[in-house]
């Protein structure tokens, strides 16, 4: 786009001498003379001229009039006047045409009392249009989007030149800016006639790339965004489908699709039990690690993630009801988040082992287990002879018992060691079993026929 | 006859309350540390390393031993042996074991150790005291044999056994890809796990099976048979 300044010899602003100068591209100020020839503007497009009134005096300078006649031509700036230009100052006054149909055009522009011929050519142009894989040309700025491109791979742009007008033409065409990419050619297009060509983006980095798309003298400003390549969104599953306390459960990291980038990271589990803030549960961790998270690679191609070198990683649920999440981290960018929850329920006081012992003067019921509710205390115990003759039952409640004895070691999850001594008087040796029954908030666990040894 | 029962949480020898961690023995990790592992099937929580440098170990309810590399430690008790392997079995209160690099037997009764004169033909596996004696598990070119101090056969073995414990009412094993609990009754539970390299008895229904990967809990409680995995200690390493 050249530019164009009024030099103050040629147009007097006021009666003091004024410098106008054309301005180029580049700033460069060109004094202007009576006439200017803007040069030429393909049909169809538009073309920005700046001129610049420049006040080297050392009074201001008003500004009565600025007025552009002329089909095609408008001022873009100023769009209001200013009352005068200050000693030192200039006025950028911005003409912009609009090619129409080919001819040469003019305009007389005027400021003050000073008049400038504007002469401009509008050329026979091909039309350029975007058939696929790209937006633009902008109307405003010509700007052609390539959008958004993963790194590594590549987007291409398909155009259309139209030659709209009555004689061929010979369009040369190429593109300039790092990542744009198509060979420089020329086109002869007959009346009526129309070819397409492709530019091809290709980003090598994560970040915003510029271009220039060159037909003859016209310019397309190429923009387009390099992506760095997403993780397909893991999907983190687990071989129980209705997992509890007190379980191994094998967590797999699938992917939807086979990765297009290595990747390595790790999976955290993080525990929020139903029971209280305070109290944590240090067996929930991943037993390869021996901790609440474990790594993981992926490499081009998988679409499993190894978990600590293995297809899957091994947890531990603990013994309290909560809720666990696991969560997803690494080296690259993941296309969402894959944040996954188990809700382990709140359940009846599960046993993994008991005994009863006959003791001079006693028996004993040990019971190894857990509650997760952390509510044990209630339970029952109903004896048999060795006729099968009931004694009992027999109820307790060592509720306080078992809330001391899980408050002294906070953290350590809800496991036990139970052992209840039941003085007899007569002979302990009549009797040949027990059935307990063990509740908590949630329900009641039976043992039937624990027989005595 | 009219019996009276009352209850009462029982007060223990050491005058604990009746409820206590679950303390189900002791595991050795890959390098050799020794851990107190608590909590229930599935849920293994382990303590700090009581002893290092462990060749092996075996639990009972009552009570651990363990061989160094130069010494046999069972609570404050401990006895210089010879370096190497060891096969440990435990026997009510006391115990066997058999040093590998000098074929010797020996057996742990109050903290004592006495040598046992016992004559086998073959790589010794691993030990089960009977009371009355011991029967030995056995590698002989001819198969893997479980048989008495005098050499009479009572069971054999997969010729591909690679590790054997020889619990009071039960065989455990390993062969292939599995690892078996052989039932007095020579019914058998097999579970999953290759590469089973050394099993010990890590405590009262509890036996440990280690690997080049991961070291496992095998549950032998009669009905209530399963295997779990053992969660890698997290304590600090000498160098």
Redesign the interface.
Known sequence: MLRVLLAAGLLALAASAQVLYSVDGSGTETPVGSSYNAGSVAAGASKSTRFRARNPGNSAIPVTKLALSGTNFSITSPLSLPPNIAPGNFLDIDVNFQGGVPAQYSASLQINTISVLMLITSVPAASLTVLSGCTGPDPATGTIDFGKVQVGQSGTCTFSLLNGNTQALTVAASVTGLGFKMPAQSYVLPPSGSVSFNVVFTPGTGALFLGTLMLDARSFPLTGTGLNPLLPTPMLLFDNPAPQ????ITLTMRLPAASPIAASGSVSLSFQPDVGQNIGD??V???????RSVPYTIKPGDTQAQLGG?AGA?F????TSGRMTFTVSGNVPIASDPTTFLVLPPVPM?V??ATATRQAGS??VQV???DNTYSAGSMS?T?Y?LAGNR??P?P?N?TS??H??FGS?PG??S??????????????G??SAVDVQLANSVGTTSITQLQFH | MRLAVAVAMAVCAHGQAGLMRPVLGEMLDREGALLPVTGVGGSFQLDAPVARDVVASACSRDFCIAKTESAVVSGTSSAAVPAGGAVIAIDGSSAWIYFSATRQFARWRDGTLTPASLDVDGEVLALRGTGAGVQIALRRESGVWIAREDGTIVDSLPWNTSAVLLLAHSTVYSAGEALVVRKADGSEFRFAAAGVTALFAMGEGYVEAMTPQAVYALRVIEGREQLFALPQARVPRRH
């Not at chain 1, 961790?285 to 901790?291: I, L, Q, R, S």
């Not at chain 1, 531990?316 to 013994?319: D, E, Y």
């Not at chain 1, 496991?415 to 302990?428: A, K």
């Open positions: 306390s007190g379980q191994q240090t067996a961790v991943f037993v390869a690690t021996g901790a293995q091994v531990q649920t603990g013994t599960a993994e082992n028996l004993d190894w287990g857990f115990f004896f002879d004694v009992g027999v307790a060592f018992d078992f001391a004895y070691a350590t999850g496991t036990f060691q139970m052992r209840v001594t039941f003085p007899v008087t007569g002979d302990s009549q009797i």
